[in-house]
């Protein structure tokens, strides 16, 4: 029970200097200098909790780590680009022309920079040190639904409440949430949100502004139906999409499949 309040001490203690810290200082050095204390400081909360430290959170460099992420980061960045493609094609956004390369170098450092590690800080906090927290305290079926929601109402710290919006974001932690799960590696997991969040970054760049990224576009202001619908359905169809790509390589895999508890990883 002790180690319980402690690993939910230590839980509230990163979501909070996530949220606060990497994301909420305006100041570009002060955030790269919140990210780069975020580790030590990760290391040593998961530690004193009897989580492992990093390695215990998902930091693992396994076999198959790399095929990993980079497959998990083109099916994020394929699905991503689809859905800005339709959205597009819909009249929500209009893409009205693409940066010089001088003007693009920058903004795209900065995001894939900003959003690779972005990226990683929340899978670690929210299914790394989750999942290994609850994982055999209570059922799988618990700790995946939690994981969820964590991820969902995170958005909250930084903007008003939305239910489409948490909606979506359940949607999408879905995808998150399984690659973790069945692969046992942070990197799937990892590979997947940055590879949706590189995609999202060719247009809102890492401020989250129209035309901050590589392409100029503007935002409409229309919707009807479908374009209603995309933001539900394309993280929908990408789950079910990961859920047959990790069967066929589990089946293809003569070591068979594991799951995070074990101290073994699988790759795609």
Not at 122 to 144: A, C, E, P, T
Not at 235 to 264: C, H, Q, W
């Amino acid at each position: 029970m002790k180690k319980l309040l402690l690993g939910i001490i230590g839980f509230l203690l990163l979501d909070l200097y996530f949220n606060e810290a990497v994301i909420g200082f305006s100041n570009m050095y002060a955030q790269l200098a919140a990210i780069l204390l975020f580790f030590p400081l990760a290391h040593y909360t998961a530690k004193i909790a009897g989580l492992g430290g990093l390695k215990g959170m998902g930091i693992k460099f396994h076999r198959g780590w790399k095929k990993n992420f980079l497959y998990s980061f083109l099916i994020g960045f394929l699905f991503w680009a689809i859905l800005y493609s339709l959205r597009n094609y819909a009249g929500v956004i209009e893409v009205t022309g693409v940066k010089k390369p001088l003007d693009a170098l920058m903004p795209f450092l900065e995001a894939f920079a900003g959003y690779l590690l972005g990226s990683l800080i929340n899978d670690l906090i929210v299914r790394g040190y989750v999942f290994r927290l609850l994982k055999g305290r209570i059922s799988i079926g618990w700790v995946f639904t939690i994981s969820i929601l964590i991820y969902a109402l995170d958005d909250y710290w930084h903007e008003p409440f939305s239910a489409s919006n948490f909606i979506f974001s359940c949607i999408l932690g879905l995808s998150l949430t399984y690659a973790f799960y069945k692969t046992g590696s942070i990197w799937a997991d990892t590979g997947l949100h940055f590879g949706l969040n590189m995609a999202f970054a060719l247009l809102y760049g890492l401020s989250k502004k129209a035309g901050a990224g590589i392409f100029l576009i503007r935002e409409t202001g229309k919707s009807n139906g479908i374009a209603e619908m995309l933001p539900y359905f394309i993280p929908f169809v990408m789950f079910l999409f990961i859920i047959v790509v990790i069967r066929y390589y589990t089946k293809a895999d003569s070591s068979g499949e594991v799951s995070i508890s074990s101290n073994e990883t699988k790759s795609f």
